[in-house]
């Protein structure tokens, strides 16, 4: 792997990813992102197991591959270079990050030990513009109970029908409720519980007004 980006579209993509990574865990490869370069682009993977996240930035690709590097680490390189263009490149299992400044080299795992993410999920999907989706979240995700006994109650429940989408929580002592009229109609009815930890994410990731697909 050998590419050449822009500091700071590098600090952009870590940013989005980097809340994910868990603190603790019993899982070595957990603690790492997932680099992977194709022709043009660098995409950053992360996840707990339980919420995955990747984004793409855009590169000067010279030669693709993949790798693993432990995620805290590589972020707090980035951060503290100053806004120069990267060369970024791997020898085995070691990833290099040269700039005008100096020579970082970290150790690293194969990417084939990370786990496979859902990059393509079948279903039903729909747009909503980004502030009002977080509006909206923000209007439920505080009445989710914290009684891991009463998991039904530990998430925000979604459901859509034509074109209502409406989002209900409840700690069984109050109850958070809003809907909001889609644009399109969807064919099927749908419904699911998120946990308030996705839907946290979700709100930190939303910026203006963007159109998020869902």
Request: hydrophobic letters at 40%.
């Amino acid at each position: 792997m050998k590419v050449h980006i822009e500091r700071s579209n590098l600090w952009d993509g870590i940013h989005k990813v980097l809340n994910i990574v868990p603190t603790k865990t019993t899982i070595p490869i957990l603690s790492n992102f997932l680099l992977e370069v194709v022709k043009g682009s660098l995409t950053l993977s992360a996840t707990d197991l339980d919420i995955s996240i990747s984004t793409t930035v855009e590169v000067d690709t010279e030669e693709p591959g993949s790798i693993t590097v432990p995620a805290r680490t590589f972020a707090e390189v980035i951060r503290e270079l100053p806004d120069y263009p990267l060369l970024i490149e791997t020898g085995g299992e070691r990833i290099t990050i040269s700039s005008q400044t100096g020579q970082y080299t970290l150790s690293g795992l194969p990417a084939e030990d990370f786990p496979k993410l859902p990059h393509d999920v079948e279903g039903t999907t729909f747009e909503l513009k980004g502030n009002i989706l977080s509006r909206l979240i923000e209007k439920t995700a505080f009445a989710v109970s914290t009684d891991e006994t009463r998991p039904c109650l530990t998430g925000v429940l979604l459901q859509i029908s034509g074109t209502k989408m409406r989002l209900i929580a409840t700690d069984g002592h109050r109850l958070a409720k809003i809907e909001r009229i889609l644009s399109n109609p969807i064919v099927s009815d749908q419904k699911a519980i998120i946990p308030p930890k996705a839907l946290n994410h979700l709100v930190r990731l939303i910026s203006g007004g963007e159109e998020l697909k869902q």
